[in-house]
Structure formats: C-alpha cells, structure tokens
C-alpha cells in the first residue's frame, strides 16, 4: 500500500458518501496546481466489486502517455485493484465513481522525467450502469473545443470550465460543445449518442469525442446483441434536433437521458430498454 494514502477525509451528507484521499506529502505548489499537468481517469464501482478495471486502466495509461507523463513501474492493474480494494471496496462501498488523478509533481528535473503522483475520491452513486434521471442541454456558440490528440482525454479543460457556469447561469445541465468545424464533439462531461430509427450515432473521436470506456463497453453491447446500428459520424448541430431520444454517457457522472434541448423535447423509452439489457447482461 502506497504510504502516500494512508490518510483521508471522509465528507458525508444525507443522500451520499463522498471520500477524499489527500497524501501525507501533497505539494501544495505542484504542476496540477499550477499548470493543470494532469489526467483525471474514472474507475466503477458496482454491487461491491471493481468493474471495467481492465479498460479503465488501459486509458489511464494511454492518458499519461498522451500528456508525457512518467509512468512509474508500480503503476500496473494489480496495484490500482489493491488499492480501490483496500481503500474503497472493503470500506463499505457498494456503487460509485472513483475519479483518478495523476499528475506531474513539481521538482527540478527535466518534465520529461518529474516524478509522477496520484490522488482520487470517490462519491457514492446508484447502480453506475442505470440511467440517473433526465438532462437539460443546449447548444454553446461563444467557444469550441479542440480535436486534436488530447482533445480525447480528460485533462485541464478552460472551455469545461466556461461552459459549466454558463449552463448554470442558464438553468441548464449541461451543454453542447462544438469544434471549430461547427460539428457536435461532445458536452461539458461525456458523451452523446443520438438515436434515430434503428440507428445510433455517435461523434467520431477525431471530432473532438472522449475516448469513454463506459460508453465503449454500452457501445459494444449494443452492436453484439444487435440492438441498433452504431455510426461514428460527424455531426452537425442541427442534427441534434432530429433525433427521437439522445443519452449523455459521463466516466464522470454516469448515464442520463436527454430530456429537452431548447423547444425540442425527447423520449427515452428505447435508450432506457437498452440501458436496462446492459445492467441486467452485464459481466
């Protein structure tokens, strides 16, 4: 066990409960700080066991490697799975998020080759795989995100943060972020799938997308039991209006219909049937 975490802070309110790991040794003027150098990745929790370890961890590392972060030999699955068992599962919980943070450290080598750290919480959830309750979206115009090669991974994202208290300002949950090519990337926390006759379409990741391994395993669930089609297309905004149901898939917040966007409202009697097959079929 990593004497790093032998310390943490317990936060508890009525509905949820929410963990926070702080290392003993936490540089309070470190890169993350500074310079947001770091990843965040989401590890699942469900019905007291560790799912999706395997995928999460995979994008973990091609996360770190994407943002040139050092990778520290310790850092395998067998580590990670000790870790959330010691420190998440045999504390008592049965569903929730893990968000994973590693970062850079702040030291005089060369970046390259700086120490690399972690950090994470977890906060208490229903079953991660069911569908949390219903969305208000709509579209933002005044920014765009990137789709480039960390535009797929979760790190520093001045646009999230700018979209997020727009949506607030707005009564809204969450919006809809385009690239520069005007075409649909992905919201402020996930992804979005849009459903139209028997066909699903998702934004490519080279439009700006987020490489989801919760989305991935839905995904390929869907394609296995022929549920639907599955396009990865490019999506322009209008699009979202001509779909019968939409669903926002977050490895941050989990799974949600999308109720309303502007004037248009939707069903989600289709995605909620395919949600519901995946929770009860899934390994």
């Known amino acids: 066990m990593d004497e790093r975490f032998l310390s943490f802070i317990i936060f508890l309110d009525t509905t949820m409960q929410k963990i926070v ?3 003993d040794n936490l540089q309070l003027l470190n890169r993350s700080f500074l310079f947001g150098d770091a990843v965040w990745v989401s590890f699942f929790v469900r019905n007291g066991q ?3 370890a395997e995928e999460s961890y995979f994008y973990l590392m091609a996360s770190m490697r994407k943002m040139r972060l050092n990778i520290p030999l310790t850092y395998t699955l067998e580590f990670f799975q000790e870790l959330f068992q010691t420190e998440v599962l045999d504390k008592g919980i049965r569903n929730g998020i893990i968000q994973l943070m590693t970062y850079r450290i702040q030291d005089e080598k060369p970046l390259a080759k700086s120490e690399t750290a972690y950090f994470f919480e977890i906060e208490e959830s229903g079953d991660i ?7 208000e979206l709509d579209l933002i115009k005044e920014i765009n995100v990137n789709a480039n090669l960390l535009s797929n991974v979760r790190v520093h994202s001045a646009e999230n943060i700018y979209a997020e208290i727009y949506a607030k300002e707005n009564d809204l949950d969450d919006v809809i972020l385009l690239n520069p090519n005007k075409k649909i990337a992905r919201s402020i926390f996930g992804n979005l799938l849009f459903l139209q006759d028997n066909v699903i379409k998702i934004p490519k990741q080279t439009e700006g997308a987020y490489i989801s391994p919760l989305m991935e395993n839905f995904v390929t669930f869907i394609h296995k039991n022929k549920l639907a089609e599955i396009e990865e297309a490019e999506i322009i905004a209008f699009e979202s209006q001509k779909a019968e149901e939409i669903l ?3 490895d941050e917040k989990g799974v949600h219909s999308v109720s309303k966007i502007r004037n248009k409202t939707f069903g989600n009697q289709r995605f909620s ?3 519901r097959q995946w929770a009860e079929n899934f390994i």
């Open 50 to 52: 560790l799912i999706m």
């Open 273 to 275: 049937e395919m949600v």
């Open 129 to 135: 795989l069911n569908i949390k309750g219903n969305i």
């Open 248 to 250: 926002r898939i977050s």
């Open 21 to 23: 790991y702080t290392p």
